[in-house]
Structure formats: C-alpha cells, structure tokens
C-alpha cells in the first residue's frame, strides 16, 4: 500500500480538518497502544503525516494530549446536560456521572495523567486558551449538576465538578493495577488492598454530595 503524499494544508478550513485528522489519529493510538506507545512518530504515522508537520498544528505530544482531553471534556458536558434536564435524587445524579466517566477510559486515564504531564512542554499561550476550554465544561458540567440538584449554589456545583476530577485523577490509576498487582489481589491476605473504581468513585462523590446538601 502507497502512502498517501502530503500536501501542506494552506486554507483555514484545510488546517482545521488536519487538526482533527490529527487528533483523530491520536485518539486511535491512545487506545489501541496505551500511553507509552503514544508517541509522535505513532501518531504520525496513524495520520499520514511526516512526524515534523505535527509541528505546524501542535506544540507538543502534550499539546495533542491536552486537545484530546478538552474534546473529551466537552462531549462529557454535553452527554451530562441532556442527561439531567429536572431534579433527580443524589444516587441517580450519583450514577450518571460515574456511569459517564467509567465508560470513557481514555478520558479518565489523561485526567489521572493531567498535572503530572499534560500541563508540561506546553507554552503559557496554548496552556491559556486550553484553560478556557476547560473552564466552558467545568460551567457546562456543573449547570448540569444544579439542574439535577438545584439545592447547591453555582460556586458549590464548581466546587463538586473539581473535586470529583481531582477524584478521578486518584482513582483511577490506582483501579488499574499491572499484572503483577493483579495477580497479588486474588489472594485473599490482599483482597481488600484492590481499587473498584466505579464503586469508589460513587461512594466518594455521593458523600460529597450528600455532605454538599445537608
């Protein structure tokens, strides 16, 4: 098979489409290779691109990185908005929301790898507009939260959605033990050492809620 020849994309709607050709690829590499096969030159060739044309849309695998994470947000949002149109009770808000973020691992693996990466080899220009993009979801999340738990204050429903991702950046990595873990979990002396990440999630932001509203 051929590979495709670039052409350098010259209209703004071209470099839009190769952005998201871009970021598409990484996606598919993310979840196919894991984070540590996730690398540029992976990427490139996922994208049909030479590895140094990344370059002219993106700053950093960081960058792509980030990008991917703010998409992920978005959509995460928006699912959460039509899912909590009227009031509903804490264990159901409860379930939406560990429901929506457990069926998204690629989500919760690059909020878990959030701080400790993502935020780094990324200039403070690109950091503030992806900033932004973030505070549009934590708002967007968060009215959602209100109209399912109108009891809480706009301030208190911001406060819950930052918690609930520090939450997850905690969590998560911690549910998805190595082989070697595995394998020391299924022995009874270390059982109760293994992380449920739905089960723990929902028990913490249930109290949290619960705690929020009394």
Known sequence: MSTP??????????????????????????????LEGTTLNAIAARAGVAKSNIYRYFESREEILMRLLTEDLRNTGAALESLLPAPRPIPDITEIFVQGLAGNPRLCLLISI?????EHNISTTTLRDIKREMLISLEQSATALRRGLPELSPPQAENAVQILFALVGGIWPMSQPGPALQALYAEPEFSKLKHNFEKDLS????????????
């Open 5 to 34: 020849t670039f052409q350098r994309a010259r209209t703004p709607e071209a470099k839009a489409r190769r952005r998201a050709d871009i970021l598409a690829a990484a996606a598919a590499v993310l979840d196919s290779e894991g």
């Open 114 to 118: 959030f701080s400790s990466i993502l």
């Open 203 to 214: 028990l913490a932001l249930q109290t949290m809620l619960k705690g929020l509203t009394a």
